[in-house]
């Protein structure tokens, strides 16, 4: 089993709609973890970082259970310029950086 | 404010030359530097990275090498550059439990 896992996608949703990703992680020992933003042919930029508790910003709702270990993304309302590939990423116990090879998402008007 | 400076954007080289790339850290010290390679459509490949002023981790076998001569300089080197080493090289840095900053990215194609 990868380390982290993510559906490649593309998720093809119509402008307005929500959607949400998953991504699952094999690492019980896993820290900290984050939902990056990459933009065609640019560098991936931190979207959100994913606490025990949840967090939401905005539009954007994040979410861990470690239980079932996978963590989830929420995109409500969506626009066009939410369209990009969205990375997973954990810390592992050695503070190395893990990462999912990303869901693409496309939003269509 | 931190910032990560990477150079240049863009990046055409014939088979056999050779490769430098520059990561520049700003405003932070003893960073965890990074480098990564992405071909296109696929996701991040963790080439190298560095916790201290020349340590150097190598996570692939391959045709690059890399070095930290000052604490928040990142470089990456080829001596020969073959067709498969193009690619999209991102240069990042954490801190210990931190998320990562990237800089803005090489896109190198060799012909």
């Known amino acids: 089993r990868k380390e982290v896992e993510q559906d490649p996608g593309p998720f093809n949703v119509p402008e307005g709609a929500t959607v949400a990703f998953n991504c699952t992680y094999s690492?019980?020992?896993?820290?900290?973890f984050f939902w990056y933003r990459q933009d065609c042919r640019k560098e991936p930029k931190l979207l959100m970082s994913v606490y025990s508790s949840g967090n939401e910003d905005g539009r954007f709702t994040a979410q861990l259970n470690r239980a079932s270990q996978y963590i989830s993304l929420l995109i409500r309302d969506s626009k066009l310029s939410d369209s990009a590939t969205y990375l997973c990423v954990f810390l592992d116990s050695n503070y190395q950086l893990i990462w999912g090879a990303g869901t693409k998402l496309i939003i269509k008007p | 404010s931190q910032t990560i400076h990477q150079w240049p954007a863009t990046l055409v080289q014939p088979v056999g030359s050779p490769l430098s790339l520059e990561c520049t850290v700003e405003?932070?010290?003893?960073?965890?530097l990074y480098w990564y390679r992405q071909a296109a459509g696929r996701g991040l490949q963790l080439l190298f990275y560095s916790v201290g002023i020349g340590q150097i981790s190598s996570e692939v076998p391959q045709n690059l090498s890399a070095s930290r001569p000052q604490d928040r300089q990142f470089i990456l080197s080829s001596k020969k550059l073959l067709l498969s080493d193009s690619g999209f090289y991102l240069c990042?840095?954490?801190?210990?439990?931190?998320?990562?900053?990237f800089g803005q990215g090489t896109r190198l194609t060799v012909v």
């Open positions: 405003g932070t010290s003893n960073p965890n």
């Open positions: 990042a840095w954490t801190q210990m439990n931190t998320e990562a900053f």
């Open positions: 690492n019980s020992a896993s820290q900290s």
